[in-house]
């Protein structure tokens, strides 16, 4: 009896200790979720935070570009290519997308801005005429997708005369999925001008490089 009854504390024993085992994986399983939620909540805090740091600070440097008094934009654009198959304003992706101020306004593929016709073929160029031909020292050029496949920036004087004032691969530290400048800066030229063309090696950057706007600055 005395045995039966030795046994039978050991048993239950074992069973409040194998219980508390299970408790204690559940709890962990438990902390672990928790932990895991906690994560999410904070990383997508973050990201909210970032996208709207991002945001405002898009929205700065296109107001400051917009006031620059020394600034204009396109008013006729020529391209390699065009994904639209036909020409004017009112085709999607057609070099007549970068005329005038930007209008895209958020990141992405967006009909508004330019593309050439295939994503990755290399070498692209657009081609953008200003209403006055200036001493120029600035092109800005606003990229709504996929930025940095720049590689050269010419401009071409009143006699047709082709200078390069930029060339090279972009090195610029782009921001994830915002709209971006690429600003070439140099000497204010001796001579006038008034046509820029930006050269593009698209398979630098897979997908469509696609550009909304461009701006000459000089005086």
Same mark, same amino acid.
């Given at each position: 009896m005395?045995?039966?009854k030795?046994?039978i504390?050991?048993a239950? &024993?074992?069973t409040?200790? $194998?219980c508390s085992?299970?408790?204690?994986?559940?709890?962990?399983?438990?902390?672990?979720?928790?932990?895991?939620?906690?994560?999410?909540?904070?990383?997508?805090t973050?990201?909210?935070?970032l996208?709207?740091?991002?945001?405002v600070?898009?929205?700065?440097?296109?107001?400051?570009i917009l006031?620059?008094?020394?600034g204009?934009?396109a008013?006729?654009?020529? !391209?390699s290519?065009?994904?639209?198959?036909?020409a004017g304003?009112?085709?999607?992706?057609? !070099?007549?997308?970068?005329?005038?101020?930007?209008n895209?306004q958020?990141?992405?593929? $967006?009909?508004s801005?330019?593309?050439s016709?295939? !994503?990755?073929?290399?070498?692209?160029?657009v081609? &953008?005429?200003?209403?006055?031909?200036?001493?120029?020292?600035?092109?800005?050029?606003r990229? $709504?997708?996929?930025?940095?496949?720049?590689?050269?920036?010419?401009?071409i004087?009143?006699?047709?005369?082709s200078?390069?004032?930029?060339?090279g691969?972009?090195?610029?530290k782009?921001?994830? $999925?915002?709209?971006?400048?690429?600003?070439?800066?140099?000497?204010?030229?001796?001579?006038?001008?008034?046509?820029v063309?930006?050269?593009?090696s698209?398979?630098?950057?897979?997908?469509?490089?696609e550009i909304?706007?461009v701006q000459?600055?000089?005086?």
């Amino acid at each position: 009896m005395k045995i039966i009854k030795i046994v039978i504390a050991f048993a239950i &024993l074992i069973t409040v200790l $194998n219980c508390s085992k299970i408790t204690d994986k559940f709890s962990e399983k438990v902390e672990e979720k928790v932990n895991e939620k906690v994560n999410e909540e904070l990383k997508k805090t973050t990201e909210d935070e970032l996208n709207k740091d991002r945001k405002v600070n898009e929205s700065l440097d296109d107001e400051k570009i917009l006031k620059d008094p020394n600034g204009q934009w396109a008013i006729d654009a020529d !391209a390699s290519s065009s994904y639209s198959t036909a020409a004017g304003k009112n085709h999607s992706w057609s !070099a007549e997308q970068m005329l005038g101020v930007p209008n895209v306004q958020n990141y992405g593929d $967006n009909g508004s801005g330019w593309a050439s016709k295939e !994503a990755d073929k290399d070498i692209e160029w657009v081609k &953008l005429t200003f209403e006055n031909a200036v001493y120029a020292s600035e092109v800005r050029v606003r990229q $709504n997708y996929n930025p940095g496949a720049i590689i050269k920036i010419e401009l071409i004087d009143e006699n047709g005369k082709s200078y390069v004032v930029w060339s090279g691969i972009d090195k610029t530290k782009y921001r994830a $999925n915002s709209i971006e400048y690429f600003t070439a800066k140099f000497d204010k030229t001796k001579y006038k001008s008034k046509t820029v063309k930006i050269t593009l090696s698209s398979k630098t950057v897979p997908g469509w490089n696609e550009i909304d706007a461009v701006q000459l600055v000089g005086e």
